[in-house]
């Protein structure tokens, strides 16, 4: 007797990643009527399609992700200014997963706290009713190109609170407050990128950042407020501090850039700074010393090296920031030339001009203009921010060089020394530069 025949059945199921939704906010132009669908130009009124008008009423629609591995509802916000409502905490909560991406003018796309008044943070902080932060993040959340400002909390970020694995992206925050721990943000499970932070307070521990790890960033203060110092216990890479007070406490910072001392106990690595507090220690640190100085920071780039993690291979790999890894403060590719600047933007190939005629060229003159050039190629060719990749234009005229500079220790001569990676070009036929035969120079022949 044959043995049974078994026969095998094999089901194959294609299972797919669930589809993203799409919403639209228009704070001016929305309607609570529409189902936020589509953006206000694509609107059918008709069949109810169109923005809504609350930030709240499109995050009730978003579907949830369950790991960082899915790509999680798009919602588009447009210009206008969005509020809490009642006793509502925040102006929105987003749901885990969830892109909220600002379109326009990020200055015009405004999500407020409860702050109403400047002056009166701290009373406005402490009161019961008076504690409202602008979002609150679930996980894997990335909010990108909008402002926030006028949050308040009693601790604990007074912008947002946030869950694991979020990221803000070219947002501004201003003027937002809170007790303690981080007048804007406070939260190792956030890191911010190209943001700029102004005039943020904390009555201690960060006015702007705690324990957040920020890239490419712009702090500023008008005025030293509570906590004295911008963020406390983050790192920080390639950021710019400005305005009063101090820039850090207990902090790391690479490649930053600030015309504040910190308040102590930070490391300071390829950084250029105007002084240090008690307890930081520095690696290849400069000091300005002199707030005069500091336009010429921009000679201090470094090499990219394969692997250096305090110059450039440190950008977060999540795929919620892919198109943002690279970039500097102003979108542009963060390697120029094989280096990489410190501070938050690269430094761009700059022009500079010569001109030999006694009527237009001073070597006294900045040399950045056609209009004020410098009036001989030493004076050009030895401009303090000059760097590689830069083009000196050379007007039309004779260089009659009074200058000998000595290339080597075998008495090799020449008018002008042209540095490397820099180009010298002729603006006309008619530029020349001559060498003098008949001076002897040190045994030797200046030609």
């Known amino acids: 007797m044959n043995a ?6 094999c089901i194959f199921v294609t299972l797919s990643a669930a589809a993203v939704n799409v919403y639209h906010v228009d ?4 309607n609570e009527d529409w189902d936020g669908s589509v953006s206000y130009a694509d609107r059918d009124e008709a069949a109810g399609k169109g923005p809504v008008k609350k930030l709240g009423t ?9 790991s960082e591995d899915q790509d999680g509802d798009i919602v588009y916000v447009y210009e206008g200014d969005y509020y809490g409502e009642g006793s509502a905490n925040v102006a929105g909560s987003i749901p885990d997963g969830c892109k909220l991406i600002g379109v326009g003018d990020k200055t015009k796309i405004v999500i407020h706290g409860s702050g109403t008044t400047w002056a009166n943070r701290e ?18 959340v990335l909010v990108k190109g909008v402002t926030l400002r006028d949050g308040r909390a009693s601790a604990n970020g007074g912008a947002a609170t946030v869950g694991a694995g979020c990221y803000f992206v070219g947002c501004d925050f201003v003027e937002n407050y809170t007790t303690e721990r981080g007048g804007a943000l406070s939260s190792g499970n ?61 902090a790391k910072l690479y490649n930053c850039i600030s015309v504040l001392d910190d308040s102590g106990a930070c490391v300071l690595n390829h950084c250029v700074v105007n002084g240090m507090g008690s307890g930081t220690t520095k690696d290849d640190a400069s000091i300005i010393g002199s707030l005069a100085l500091l336009p010429d920071y921009r000679q201090k780039t470094l090499p990219v090296v394969e692997g250096d993690k305090t110059v450039f291979d440190e950008y977060p790999a999540s795929r919620l920031v892919a198109d943002e890894k690279g970039l500097d403060f102003n979108g542009v590719t963060r390697i120029y030339g094989g280096q990489v600047d410190v501070g938050p933007a690269e430094r761009a190939p700059r022009a500079w001009y010569v001109n030999p005629d006694t009527a237009v060229g001073n070597d006294a003159n900045a040399g950045d203009c056609p209009e004020f050039p410098k009036k001989t190629l030493v004076g050009a060719l030895t401009i303090a921010s000059l760097a590689s990749g830069d083009i000196v234009h050379a007007a039309a005229g004779d260089y009659r060089e009074n200058a000998k500079k000595s290339l080597n220790t075998h008495s090799t001569w ?21 060498g003098s035969k008949s001076e002897d120079v040190g045994g030797g022949v200046f030609a």
């Not at 049974?4 to 059945?9: C, S």
């Not at 020449?414 to 001559?434: E, K």
Request: overall charge positive.
């Open 4 to 9: 049974p025949l078994a026969m095998m059945f």
């Open 27 to 30: 704070g001016i132009r929305g």
């Open 58 to 66: 499109v995050f009730a629609k978003v579907t949830k992700t369950t």
């Open 123 to 140: 009373s406005e902080a402490a009161a019961a009713s008076g504690v409202r932060r602008c979002l609150r993040l679930g996980n894997w």
């Open 190 to 250: 956030v890191t911010v990128i190209r943001c700029t932070f102004t005039d943020n307070d904390a009555k201690s521990t960060g006015d702007a950042l705690m324990t957040t790890k920020a890239w490419n960033c712009v702090f500023s203060r008008t005025s030293a407020t509570s906590a004295d110092y911008i963020c406390y216990q983050n790192t920080c890479y390639n950021c710019l501090f400005l305005g009063s007070g101090k820039s850090a406490k207990s």
């Open 414 to 434: 020449c008018r002008a020394v042209v540095p490397a990676g820099v180009g010298l070009v002729a603006d006309a036929a008619n530029a020349t530069i001559y």
